[in-house]
Structures are given as C-alpha cells and as structure tokens.
C-alpha cells in the first residue's frame, strides 16, 4: 500500500537558519503530494501542495517540489523564525476518488531565537 | 474560511462507557474523516464518509463505529471504550472525487480512558 517516510524530529534550528525537512513516498499512479503543519494546540493546516510530477508547492516561505524521479517531497524554507516551530506533515492522496489521506509520522521542529 | 468544530477538546471517559465524538462543518463538504494521532504513529485514518449514510473502513476501525445522519455532521462512537482508545482524535471535511482537494480540520478532542 502507499506509505509516506519523514526524517525524525526533533529538528532544532536557530532562527534565520535554513530548514530542509526530508520527505520520500511509495504510491501506485502518481499521487497529489501535500505538507500539513500544526501548531501547538490546533488541529492540521495545509500548508503547500503538488499536484504533478515537477510541480512546486509554495506558501508563507516554505517550499516543496514533487519529485517523481526520486519519490520525494522535500520541504525548505531559506530562514526560519520561532513562530515556524510545530509539527510538520508529509501526506499523499490516492486518486480513488475518495480523497483519503496517508501522512508521514510528522517531524517537530523547534526554533530558538 | 471552513470551520470544522469538534463538540470537545478534552474529554475523560470510563473503561467501558460509549463514548460519542461529534464533528460538525459548514462548508458543504461531502466527504468527511476520523483519525487518531499518536505520538510516533502519526494520524491514523479511522473511518471516512462520502455521503450522507455511507460510510467505509480506514486503516484501523476496530472498536470504532461512525454515524453520518446529515451532511454537516459526522460522529465517532466508541462502543465500549478500552484504555488503548486514549488518543487525540480530528475529524477533517473535504469536497469530493478530485485528489487535489486537501482536507480541512477540526482543532483536536483529547480523550482520556480510564
């Protein structure tokens, strides 16, 4: 079945540094790719999406290209700030019509000032 | 914006008792999800509804029902709660069919089985 892989949290970076956080998936077909974010005490978020292979995903400075030739999902972002820190997902939806969701275990990122 | 309103963020039950988890969202969505998140699991998918009525299996259902009487609404029932229940669970809404349409959620209930 599909799965989704992240690196292990957690990721404890000083502000203005920059953030990779590495995601790599195993789907059938070509799945649309997606980063969820959830802060302290809230539920998930969207935070970028990709639809197709080659497509990059953008939002609030953060940054995601689906990568079909490696199956990878990596986020960025060029300088991180404190109010950055949460947990970051990976996911990937199947196309069965369904919309259902496979997320990665998440990764926790903290950033002191 | 959507709103997906979870009745409870924190709620502590008795081994045993049916415990009920309502989730309600205003945008019209058809589709409708139960997970649970725990740490080092990541979210779990529970149940998952595409229409009023319907409903289908996710990845770990056991010991889970659902009830999906209108549109707006989606309930997760434990039948006889047991301490491996104790979770953070999020409902989540979205429009159907197209993979494309991300999912929407609530802030989280956190139960407590004792």
Known sequence: GDSVTQMEGPVTLSEEA?????????????????????????????????TKADDKGSNKGFEATYRKETTSFH??????????????????????????????????????? | DVKVTQSSRYLVKRTGEKVFLECVQDMDHENMFWYRQDPGLGLRLIYFSYDVKMKEKGD??????????????????LESASTNQTSMYLCASSFPGDSNQPQH????????IL
């Not at chain 1, 990976?90 to 990122?109: E, H, I, N, P, V």
């Open chain 1, 18 to 50: 920059f953030l990779t956080i590495n995601c790599t998936y195993t789907a059938t077909g070509y799945p649309s790719l997606f980063w969820y974010v959830q802060y302290p005490g809230e539920g998930l978020q969207l935070l970028l999406k990709a």
């Open chain 1, 75 to 113: 986020l960025e972002k060029g300088s991180v700030q404190v109010s950055d820190s949460a947990v970051y997902f990976c996911a990937l939806s199947d196309r069965s019509g369904y919309s259902t969701l496979t997320f990665g275990k998440g990764t926790m990122l903290l950033v002191s000032p």
């Open chain 2, 60 to 77: 770990i259902p056991e010991g889970y029902s659902v009830s999906r009487e209108k549109k707006e609404r989606f309930s997760l029932i």
């Open chain 2, 105 to 112: 959620f609530g802030d989280g209930t956190r139960l407590s």
